[in-house]
């Protein structure tokens, strides 16, 4: 997915707020777990960012599907435990009280089969009395056919532009991103295409529900984006 632009991805993001974002999930995990301890699993965790300031409160650890962009949290974290797994169908042998999947990245699983199959495996990975953070993808009807976005960073001796179209296709919203990155060594353009899964908010609290959590939403979330909040039973 990011294979190409995993280097550049920090630089891109800078400007969100992950600080912040990590004290929420921080602060719902406390109000909303029932089980006694504190082990936590940052899915789809990216560059380990969010799990700079969770390892701070919890026994942390991330699961990515890219390597590339595992291989940049291993590096910042190298204390914390990190696999290269897909959240539909990962085996850690292990159960966490906390599993997060933060910044959109459930729309990855792409259909709404997987979707069910990564909400059941999440659950089998969490404690009873244990919670799940979603903050999922953007909704059909946030579709907007052909829209065009632009984001463009900057460090010393460094600038990124990324432009994105948007596609659907087959169900799947397609994100053409294209890339230009300039350094003293000159200028180079390189694509990627991303493809994510529309589901509706009705289809999160269902696959969350029927994998057996007590299930809210929070439309609002850590972004804006919505946040789904889900604890699994004691008994």
Not at 192 to 215: C, I, K, M, P, W
């Amino acid at each position: 997915m990011f294979s190409k632009s995993a280097a550049y991805y920090d630089l891109l993001y800078s400007f969100k707020d992950y600080a912040t974002e990590a004290e929420k999930v921080r602060s719902l995990i406390d109000t909303s777990k029932q089980s006694p301890a504190c082990r936590l699993l940052d899915v789809a965790c990216g560059t380990g960012q969010h799990l700079v300031h969770l390892a701070a409160y919890f026994d942390a650890e991330g699961l990515d599907l890219d390597p590339e962009l595992l291989a940049i949290a291993q590096r910042r974290l190298p204390n914390l435990r990190f696999t290269l797994a897909d959240m539909v169908d990962f085996e850690l042998g292990r159960t966490f009280d906390a599993i997060v999947c933060l910044f959109s990245s459930i729309g990855y699983v792409g259909t709404l089969d997987r979707l069910y199959l990564t909400a059941r495996n999440l659950v089998r990975h969490l404690e009873p009395g244990g919670v799940v953070l979603v903050e999922p993808w953007l909704t059909p009807d946030a579709f907007e056919p052909g829209h065009v976005h632009a984001l463009l960073a900057e460090a010393p001796d460094l600038k990124v532009a990324r432009m994105s179209s948007s596609e659907l296709r087959d169900g799947f919203w397609l994100l053409n991103f294209h890339y230009l990155v300039g350094s003293p060594e000159g200028i180079q353009h390189f694509t990627e295409q991303h493809r994510l899964g529309l589901f509706s908010t009705d289809n999160y609290l269902a696959a969350f529900g029927d994998a057996g959590l007590r299930v809210a939403y929070d439309p609002v979330g850590l972004s804006g984006r919505g946040l789904l909040i889900g604890v699994k039973s004691t008994v």
